[in-house]
């Protein structure tokens, strides 16, 4: 798809910007769905570092001195000024070059581009086969940022790097089994003469280094406390939000979410399961129920695929004009290594990738459906595929910057928990399990408020917070790792396993865990805030367009421009 010529000096650096952000980073621009650098892979290298630092410190200075012409102008400068200073904050404390985890590595990343790559041809191979071999020098680039972190005593921590060390040792065995098998047979090449065999031994073998390195060089120097404490953590919080937050006001402020989604929960589980002690043992009787269980992968993944297309039949029309161009979101399974939650990667920029939500199995093959039908909501529609299938199509009003590199977790995460409210507001929880599904979601980002500030800083335990199984009254006592797991067993009804994989993620990206909530109340008082000014004159449909039609803001910009709002759909 041919990119429109710039319509200002302002979109043509915005636009400018992204192609040497990209340059530099291919990862990102096979992310986005950008054309142009699928053969390649970043250079994680000091001086790799060091030129995305002056790409961004150049870019503020002309931005500084460019003219806004228009509101779009205005809207563009307002996304892009916020996020750079954001990001710079981030490199300027090194933060980038020390923090890493399971979610977020060179090791998962990569692992997960070449899922995105079109494999339906020989030619399509041949791009594969040439970032595989990409994969050695990329990962190295890497270790040699980490071993440079090391000299200067920049280190994380114990349970981060032996989280990926082991994600590396799974992707040099088993873990590209199925993405090989499932390119041979679509592109129909032979995999010895296309030299894909001997790239993928290749891209194993970078991975078995790097696993042998976390574990001789790096493990022994790692920090045994993940917590960064609050001078780190402000700059994520703001990288991650794009707002300016009073820490112990948002604090206080998500244990009372808590304590009062714990009470509607209760109301309902009394009934569920009259006998539960804990609400996890109400979880325990959902996902036992047959009402809910899916056997086997492939009927999960056409649930999850029908469920969708009947999602968009309801709300296009009604609530969204949902563009034809978006209507269709597409479902797949996880690459091995994956972390525990579903997620969502967008549409490519030329619309020839659609929107893909992603459930990651972890080796299982019964599932419980109660759970998902709320996380469906946020994933696909009316969540993050509406939300970032707008942002594509939006081709006019937004720069390439705004469309692709410009979101905020805030303004992201925050969205697809206001989707999940706005469903049930629209009657979607229909039975006692899907309503404490969405409850059980909203509890679950709520406690990742009270437990990410509460462990990174090192906080104490709200007074009243009470007990946990097996560990007593943690109450004016500082948090600790496996009281968060206990929480979000107890206080929001998940699966063990999938709370360890939540406080490691928490550990390991600081303040991102916050950005869900915090951006769902931002987008609740955007709209509450209308409904005060507008009166009659307010519609919740416009309200919808409209904000969508803004574009990815960091959340303070994007309260500063809903304020602006006539009430008018946008034009």
Excluded at 334 to 341: R, S, T
Excluded at 405 to 428: K, P, Q, V
Aim: charged share 25%; aromatic share 10%.
């Amino acid at each position: 798809m041919q990119n429109p010529p710039a319509r200002s000096a302002l979109f043509a650096l915005a636009d400018g910007y992204v192609e040497d952000y990209l340059a530099l980073s291919p990862l990102t621009a096979t992310f986005a769905g950008a054309a142009g650098h699928d053969d390649e892979l970043d250079d994680f290298s000091p001086a790799g570092r060091e030129r995305r630092a002056d790409l961004l410190s150049a870019t503020q200075r002309t931005l500084a001195a460019t003219p806004e012409i228009d509101e779009a102008d205005r809207i563009a400068a307002a996304a892009l000024g916020e996020r750079l200073a954001a990001e710079s904050a981030i490199v300027a404390a090194r933060e980038d070059a020390r923090t890493f985890g399971v979610i977020d590595s060179p090791v998962m990343n990569i692992r997960q581009v070449f899922e995105l790559m079109a494999a339906g041809s020989a030619a399509d191979v041949d791009v594969i086969v040439r970032r595989f071999r990409a994969v050695a020098s990329s990962l190295a680039s890497w270790r040699e940022t980490l071993e440079d972190a090391l000299a200067r005593g920049e280190v994380t921590a114990r349970r981060h790097v032996e989280g990926v060390a082991a994600q590396a040792e799974a992707m040099a065995q088993a873990g590209w089994g199925a993405f090989a098998e499932g390119v041979l047979a679509a592109s129909g090449v032979d995999a010895g003469a296309a030299g894909f065999s001997a790239a993928l031994d290749q891209t194993r073998a970078a991975y078995a280094e790097t696993a042998r390195w976390l574990r001789e060089r790096y493990l022994p120097h790692a920090s045994e406390s993940a917590r960064v404490g609050r001078e780190r953590y402000e700059p994520w919080v703001r990288y991650y939000t794009g707002a300016d937050l009073d820490l112990d006001e948002v604090y206080a402020w998500g244990f009372e979410e808590l304590t009062q989604l714990n009470e509607r929960m209760w109301e309902i589980a009394r009934d569920v399961a009259p006998e539960a002690r804990r609400l996890d043992e109400v979880a325990d009787v959902l996902d036992r129920d047959p009402a809910y269980r899916i056997e086997g992968t492939e009927q999960l993944l056409a649930r999850l695929r029908a469920f969708t297309d009947e999602t968009v039949a309801r709300l296009d029309g009604a609530q969204f004009a949902i563009d034809p161009r978006i209507a269709f979101c597409d479902v797949r399974l996880a690459p091995e290594g994956a972390a525990a939650a579903p997620y969502y990667i967008g549409p490519s920029e030329d619309l020839a990738r659609p929107g893909t939500t992603w459930f990651p199995t972890l080796g299982e093959t019964s599932f419980t459906w109660w759970r998902q039908v709320s996380t469906w909501y946020h994933e696909s529609v009316p969540g993050h595929h509406l939300q970032f299938g707008t942002i594509v199509v939006n081709r006019e009003r937004l720069s390439r910057y705004q469309r692709l590199l410009g979101w905020s977790s805030g303004w992201a995460e925050g969205w697809a928990l206001y989707a999940e409210r706005l469903m049930d507001e629209l009657g979607a929880y229909d039975s006692p399990g899907y309503e404490l599904g969405f409850l059980q979601g909203q509890a679950l980002r709520a406690a990742r408020v009270v437990v990410d500030i509460g462990l990174h800083l090192g906080l104490p335990a709200p007074r009243d917070f009470g007990t946990l199984e097996g560990v007593g009254d943690i109450g004016g006592r500082v948090w600790e790792p496996e009281w968060a797991v206990a929480t979000l067993v107890e206080r929001a009804m998940e699966t063990r396993v999938f709370a360890v994989s939540e406080v490691d993620r928490y550990l390991a990206i600081p303040g991102q865990a916050i950005s869900y909530k915090v951006g769902e109340r931002t987008w609740r008082e955007a709209r509450a805030g209308a409904q005060s000014r507008l009166g009659s004159g307010f519609d919740l449909p416009a309200f919808h367009a409209y904000a969508l039609s803004l574009g990815p803001l960091g959340l303070d910009p994007f309260a500063a421009e809903m304020r602006r709002w006539d009430g008018a759909a946008p034009s």
